[in-house]
Antibody, heavy 120, light 111 residues
Framework: EVQLVQSGAEVKKPGESLKISCKGS????????IGWVRQMPGKGLEWMGI????????RYSPSFQGQVTISADKSISTAYLQWSSLKASDTAMYYC?????????????WGQGTLVTVSS | NFMLTQPHSVSESPGKTVTISCTRS????????VQWYQQRPGSAPTTVIY?????PSGVPDRFSGSIDSSSNSASLTISGLKTEDEADYYC??????????FGGGTKLTVL
């Protein structure tokens, strides 16, 4: 059974760093792109970027380029999303998702989400 | 970049049929696949339609997808509505420059 299991909720202060994770199982982790999607409170879904764990090829949506870093450790089948200096506006739910195809960004499996709260 | 526009909300009674539209602002709706995701309150999204009209295993055949080139839009139709179908629904597509776009979402109320 394919599963994407994300790390737990985080509460951070502005300016702090953070790295959240998404562990894949039940499939060949290096053979599928993983994407990250942001959902701000009460709002819709936004693509942040994607990574191919097989070779760490990474692509960012223009709105998120330079704001976050996406990485992966294929030895432990885990993808990451990290911030070096959080802002209150980073408060959101973050989902990882497995892509069937990189060109179409069709998602077939989603993680359960990680809630990040940034507040002083 | 293009946009996908959805109605903010729709409502219908149990047992009825509802259709949610998704209109593409530029570029042909038929040129790139459209996907639909369901997000129940407090839950992660799940995929209900991919490649315009394909259902993942486990999704009931009450859910169907279509595209209409004349209106440059895609539609998600849910027949035999159940209270469990109450959720937000998002369409998603892309273009040749690998821009991936979600629609703004439609809140379906089953009352």
């Amino acid at each position: 059974e394919v599963q994407l299991v994300q790390s737990g909720a985080e509460v951070k202060k502005p300016g702090e760093s953070l790295k959240i994770s998404c562990k894949g199982s039940g499939y060949s982790f290096t053979s599928y792109w993983i994407g990250w999607v942001r959902q701000m409170p009460g709002k819709g879904l936004e693509w942040m970027g994607i990574i191919y764990p097989g070779d760490s090829d990474t692509r960012y949506s223009p709105s998120f380029q330079g704001q976050v870093t996406i990485s992966a450790d294929k030895s432990i089948s885990t993808a990451y999303l990290q911030w070096s200096s959080l802002k209150a506006s980073d408060t959101a739910m973050y989902y990882c998702a497995r892509l069937l195809d990189v060109d179409t960004a069709i998602v077939d499996y989603w993680g359960q989400g990680t809630l990040v709260t940034v507040s002083s | 970049n293009f946009m996908l526009t959805q109605p903010h909300s729709v409502s219908e009674s149990p047992g009825k049929t509802v259709t949610i539209s998704c209109t593409r602002s530029s570029g042909s709706i038929a040129s790139n696949y459209v996907q639909w995701y369901q997000q129940r309150p407090g839950s992660a999204p799940t995929t209900v339609i991919y490649e315009d009209n394909q259902r993942p295993s486990g999704v009931p055949d009450r859910f169907s997808g279509s595209i209409d080139s004349s209106s440059n839009s895609a539609s998600l139709t849910i027949s035999g509505l159940k209270t469990e179908d109450e959720a937000d629904y998002y369409c998603q597509s892309y273009d040749s420059s690998s821009n991936w776009v979600f629609g703004g979402g439609t809140k379906l109320t089953v009352l």
